[in-house]
């Protein structure tokens, strides 16, 4: 089936039981939409793996296609790992010398060897499309105006490869050699696993965050940009989170950016829109987002996630009116496509 030249979707999770999944997945198909996101946790690959090569499955037979989420496998985002119970000497430290409780060192090789083995199960259950789901380096908001930023991370490992790179001893203050080093880290780890995804014959995406210090965030999304097997680049411009006083404006000018970079390194892309923590009686602020995201060339649109995220603490204030209004979103610039195209027809054989 020829991919549409718009594409909508929406992220899945929250239910391992193919009998309700069957139902959601008709309801998602019902709304026109062309991606699910299903989320693979280590607990899914331990627990669920069958069940979730019947989920992609019901997924892909109601006409959809599936990302597959890489949800918490080293930390967050998304559900907690096993990985460092196995590997505790894998743990990521902040610069203030304690151990992150629950995130994995990206130059860790027995994580990238996890991380390795976590695709051949992917590809195994039927996985096409990996979506690497918000990297980043965890950074602790400061607590006043001009406190030093505590950074991650400066683990044994990664000082002794700082040392080995910079000839000098890995600073405990974020400066411009440490970002370097942690966008070098992320380079490499990406470099390495889409390589791998790639020979298993997947398609790559990935997801960014909006905010600084973070390793890679919109603002430097251009530095793993250059891999030649990442596919498709996008960013998630959460308003709600964000607190912006204008939506429309506020997406727009996120999804540009992310657009531009994509055209730039010839890439796919993938926007996000917010439809969880969404606030009893904003919720049409999602059409105009969703329309500010296409306005600004967006083509693939997904919202995070089905049913106003109801599965989950950070659901919407009235998931049921959230989803509501996210369909009519999606469906409002999928009439739009539609009335484009065939403008294009009209003026083309039209004198």
């Known amino acids: 089936m020829a991919k549409r030249s718009l594409q909508t979707g929406v992220a899945y999770h929250g239910n391992r039981m193919p009998s309700h999944v069957r139902a959601d997945m008709r309801e998602i198909a019902r709304a026109d939409m062309d991606i699910v996101v299903h989320m693979f946790s280590h607990t899914?690959?331990?627990?669920h793996k069958t069940v979730m090569k019947d989920i992609f499955a019901i997924t892909e037979d109601a006409g959809m296609e599936v990302w597959v989420d890489n949800w918490g496998i080293g930390g967050a985002p998304g559900d907690k790992s096993h990985f460092l119970s196995y590997h505790p000497d894998a743990h990521m430290y902040n610069s203030d010398g304690t151990m992150h409780p629950f995130q994995v060192c990206l130059n860790s090789p027995e994580y990238r060897q996890f991380v390795k083995d976590w695709i051949d199960a992917v590809a195994e259950i039927g996985g096409k499309t990996v979506f690497w789901d918000e990297p980043f380096f965890p950074t602790p908001a400061p607590k006043y105006p001009g406190e030093p930023v505590v950074y991650t991370c400066r683990c044994p490992r990664c000082q002794k490869m700082f040392e080995e790179r910079y000839g000098k001893p890995m600073p405990t203050l974020l400066c411009p050699e440490v970002d370097e080093f942690r966008s070098e880290?992320?380079?490499d780890y990406f470099g390495e696993i889409t390589s791998y995804s790639a020979a298993n014959g997947m398609y790559n995406a990935v997801c960014v965050m909006l905010k600084p210090h973070y390793g890679i965030s919109l603002d430097t999304l251009d530095r793993i940009c250059s891999l030649p097997h990442l596919d498709n680049v996008g960013c998630d411009p959460y308003w709600y989170s964000a607190k912006a006083e204008d939506p429309y404006g506020f997406v727009y000018e996120k999804t540009k950016k992310n657009m531009q970079i994509a055209r730039d390194y010839k890439k796919d892309h993938n926007v996000w829109i917010q439809t969880y923590h969404v606030p009893a009686g904003r919720e049409e602020e999602i059409i105009e987002a969703t329309a500010a995201a296409y306005d600004a060339g967006a083509r693939t649109l997904l919202a995070w996630g089905f049913n106003g995220s109801e599965s989950n603490d950070y659901r919407a204030a009235n998931?049921?009116?959230?989803?509501?209004?996210t369909v009519e979103a999606m469906r409002r610039i999928r009439a739009e496509e539609r009335d484009r195209h065939?403008?294009?027809?009209?003026?083309q054989f039209m004198v």
């Open 44 to 47: 899914d690959w331990e627990r």
């Open 185 to 187: 880290t992320l380079l």
């Open 319 to 325: 998931p049921e009116r959230t989803w509501d209004i």
């Open 342 to 347: 065939v403008a294009a027809k009209r003026a």
